[in-house]
């Protein structure tokens, strides 16, 4: 059985850097694009990075992008990572990481369209003001 869990989640302060981590069973996640979702209490889910497989390129939304979040991969531990810093309160949401099998939209480019479609149970982040 496939199966991704999120950790990391918690409460911060503004300005201040998590690290959220997503490991996985029963798949290695180099074989599979990874992308890092959200959703904030009232608002629509959105993509927030993508990692794709193989050549490991990455893509971030206009909301994080310029180097506050950064996304990336372990291949040993099979774990992605999602490195957030200079955190903001409009950065508090539940975050979940994805093997998608949608495409998800970045500038023009796309990431996602894997095989399998795997979602984790969410790790909720908290950024006070």
């Known amino acids: 059985q496939v199966q991704l869990v999120e950790s990391g989640g918690g409460l911060v302060q503004t300005g201040g850097s998590l690290r959220l981590s997503c490991t996985a069973s029963?798949?290695?996640?180099?074989?599979?694009?990874v992308t890092w979702f959200r959703q904030a209490p009232g608002k629509d889910r959105e993509a927030v990075s993508c990692?794709?497989?193989?050549?490991?390129?990455?893509?971030y939304t206009d909301r994080v992008s310029g180097g506050r979040f950064t996304i990336s991969r372990d291949n040993a531990k099979n774990t992605v990572y999602l490195q957030m810093s200079s955190l903001k309160p409009e950065d508090t949401a539940v975050y979940y990481c994805?093997?998608?099998?949608?495409?998800?939209?970045?500038?023009?480019?796309?990431?996602?369209?894997?095989?399998?479609?795997?979602w984790g149970q969410g790790t909720l982040v908290t950024v006070s003001s």
């Open positions: 994805v093997i998608d099998r949608s495409y998800t939209y970045y500038g023009g480019r796309i990431c996602g369209g894997n095989t399998l479609n795997v």
């Open positions: 029963g798949v290695s996640l180099d074989n599979y694009s």
């Open positions: 990692i794709r497989r193989r050549d490991t390129l990455t893509y």
